[in-house]
């Protein structure tokens, strides 16, 4: 599906899978993925533990070795490819950062050697950040550990920035201001943004187009509003079940009378009540498997 | 240059314990030197009377000088040689065992520099810290002796500048090894190589013996190259002699050596090596 501006032309490319594949050992972490990733987008990447959604980011960045050609702006990146990062900042787990340095240090270091540092935008998230100068990080509560990551990462004059489940084992309050910070203080109509998280539900009103991984394979990449209106609730009493199983649902839940599943919008089912699914629930009836993707 | 400044300053930032471990050792000897001084005077002891240096030949003294001088050099250079094996590890495996490889790899700053900038803080800052040491003590103990029993501060002097040379060979090569181990071994690197070179020399010597080869042992060469020694086995007459003079002529004519110039050789090898295989690593 290709993205579209408001005059209907298409958005540039920025990123250009192709045919990528990723073994470790016998096994098949990445299974010929062909992926575009427009610009000015703000895009999801769902899928289980282990289907291959940091495997993904860390082709695209040229972290590891694979099959197959990851490009950005029309320029082939390699394994170990240095020049990725003057377009693309990364944000992994916030606990990431060298616990050996001060917050300075670490803020220093960083405007020492990447030469997209913004000295502005850093000196204006420093304000509003309250971080410890002095401290060392590995003194940093979790909450302060992100700020700084966010301080460092989103100091940066990038195109793209690729969040690799950025906000596991953060609390709720840090991880809303973690995702606030990052839409107000990055995101524009040139930017793009690609995020991996379990925790779909909090991203999924930002999200433009949703990516869905499983084994190492794309399943599905799309625009989510157009998927919302594809897919919907299907619920009936349990003793019309028949009527939706029928159908071969993969996933069914069962409440107090009634049974739910997930079905295509074209399908009447007598006297269903419908609603609108979210992004888990199409998951769920696209992919089927446990709930850990929620 | 402002990379590489940043990368020095942060390498600097998180081994300097590590870099600074001889100065700890000297200070400590010091330190306890001073209290055993201490300690005498307090007790009411004339230190200056158990120094009777009035019968010792003049050629004495300065073989004195010089052999004190390398020798302590070499006992710094001991430890320089301890803290640098350390370094290699640290400084090639710490970002990833401190889980911080993707925040310093994920920046636009090439292999190449990041590697050497962190061979050159190992290399380079051990062999500053050590002459600083070694400088600070000679210039302290040759001061010492020369008021004490008039050993030749020039020659004491000379014999730590050549000590120091040794040593310094001898770090680049030994750190050099083992920081190509460290680029193959993200754990344990000095354990896994030593044990592929014992590996190796086992594999020889029973290739040896079963097919009657004369490959020569490459322990015994490696050793050769790693060690610190004050060989007179050239000059053994010019020893008993005490032809100091002499002696130092020897000991530059061993410092511009094939020995030195093929540890410099293989350092290089073990660097460009060191290189490739960290430069082939998945940042998982």
């Known amino acids: 599906m290709i993205p579209f501006l408001d005059n209907k032309q298409p958005l540039p490319d920025a990123y250009d899978i192709r045919n990528l594949s990723k073994n470790y050992g016998k096994f098949k972490a990445l299974d010929n993925v062909n992926l575009t990733l427009p610009e000015g987008k703000i895009i999801g990447l769902l899928g289980k533990n282990g289907a291959g959604k940091s495997t993904l980011m860390r082709c695209m960045l040229g972290f590891l070795t694979h099959d197959g050609e990851v490009s950005l702006d029309g320029r082939q990146i390699h394994h170990r490819d240095h020049k ?211 | 240059m402002n990379q590489t400044k940043a990368l020095i300053i942060k390498e600097w930032h998180t081994h300097k314990r590590t870099l600074i471990t001889p100065l700890f050792a000297v200070a400590g000897f010091y330190a306890v030197v001073l209290l055993g001084l201490l300690i005498n005077l307090i007790k009411g002891h004339d230190l200056m009377a158990t120094m009777n240096v009035g019968s010792v030949e003049p050629s004495t003294l300065s073989m004195i000088a010089w052999v004190s001088n390398l020798s302590v050099v070499a006992l710094i250079g001991l430890i320089s040689i301890i803290s640098a094996l350390s370094l290699s590890d640290n400084i090639i495996n710490g970002d990833h065992k401190k889980h911080c490889e993707i925040l310093h790899l994920s920046q636009p700053l090439s292999i190449l520099k990041l590697f050497t900038v962190k061979y050159m803080v190992m290399i380079l800052g051990s062999l500053i810290v050590l002459f600083a040491v070694a400088l600070v003590n000679a210039l302290i103990m040759n001061s010492v002796m020369n008021y004490v029993a008039g050993t030749s501060f020039v020659i004491g002097m000379t014999g730590m500048i050549q000590g120091y040379l040794d040593v310094a060979f001898a770090l680049l090569f030994v750190s050099s090894l083992y920081w190509m181990f460290a680029t193959i071994f993200k754990s344990k690197p000095f354990f896994k190589g030593t044990l592929a070179i014992f590996s190796i020399e086992v594999t020889i010597r029973i290739l040896n013996y079963l097919v009657g080869w004369q490959i020569p042992s490459i322990a015994t060469y490696l050793i050769r190259l790693s060690s610190v020694t004050i060989s007179f086995n050239d000059s053994m007459p010019h020893v008993q002699n005490l032809d100091v003079p002499y002696l130092i002529s020897m000991k530059w004519s061993s410092i511009a050596g094939i020995d030195n110039l093929m540890k410099v050789v293989y350092s290089a090898i073990c660097f460009v090596a060191g290189y490739f295989i960290f430069k082939k690593r998945e940042v998982l």
Do not use: C
């Open chain 1, 84 to 294: 990725v990062f003057e377009q693309v900042g990364f944000i992994p787990d916030v606990s990431g950062l060298d616990d050996r340095l001060t917050v300075q240090q670490t803020i220093d270091y960083i405007k020492g050697v990447n030469p997209r540092w913004n000295d502005g935008t850093a000196q204006k998230l420093l304000a509003i950040s309250s971080l410890p100068l002095t401290k060392k990080v590995y003194k940093l509560s979790k909450g302060m550990k992100t700020k700084l990551y966010l301080l460092i990462t989103l100091s940066l004059d990038v195109k793209f920035l690729l969040l690799d489940e950025p906000t596991l084992g953060l609390d709720i309050a840090f991880r809303k201001e973690f995702f606030n910070t990052i839409l107000g203080e990055f995101f524009d109509e040139t930017k793009t943004l690609l995020i991996s998280t379990h925790q779909v539900e909090e991203v999924e009103d930002l999200l433009q187009e949703i990516i869905f991984i499983d084994e190492g394979k794309i399943i599905l990449h799309e625009e989510v509003e157009s998927l919302k209106t594809r897919f919907r609730i299907v619920t009936v009493p349990t003793d019309k079940k028949d009527l939706v199983m029928v159908h071969k649902p993969k996933s069914v839940s069962k409440t107090l009378g009634f049974v739910s599943v997930i079905l295509d919008s074209s399908i009447e089912i007598p006297d269903a009540i419908y609603a609108r699914p979210n992004l888990a629930d199409i998951f769920m009836a696209i992919v089927g498997g446990s709930n850990e993707s929620n």
